[in-house]
């Protein structure tokens, strides 16, 4: 069963930049589509951004220009670059592989 682990959250000014990552166990990473997804306080859980295993990306309107999602195939790594980020980015972000969703990790943004 694939796990994933991310990583990279964290308190940060509006404007400011992160860099969360996702490790998976999965060995045949570079076959997966992955996805970052997050959830805010009261509210449903919401695609950000989404790679597939040929590099095509897609991203919710919110965040185009201002994330950048990634792949590392070799370190079985996912990336979502953030900058220019803003207090309603603040959520818990998850990554999702084959349906599998990681723990999260938290990205505030104070105002």
């Known amino acids: 069963q694939v796990r994933l682990l991310e990583s990279g959250g964290g308190l940060v000014q509006a404007g400011g930049s992160l860099r969360l990552s996702c490790v998976t166990s999965?060995?045949?990473?570079?076959?997966?589509?992955v996805a970052w997804h997050r959830q805010a306080p009261g509210k449903q859980r919401e695609l950000v951004a989404h790679i597939s295993s040929s590099g095509s990306t897609f991203y919710v309107d919110s965040v185009k220009g201002r994330f950048t999602i990634s792949r590392d195939n070799a370190k079985r790594t996912v990336y979502l670059q953030m900058n220019s980020l803003k207090p309603e980015d603040t959520a818990l972000y998850y990554c999702?592989?084959?349906?599998?969703w990681g723990q999260g990790t938290q990205v505030t943004v104070s105002s």
């Open positions: 999702k592989i084959q349906g599998i």
């Open positions: 999965g060995r045949a990473f570079n076959t997966m589509a």
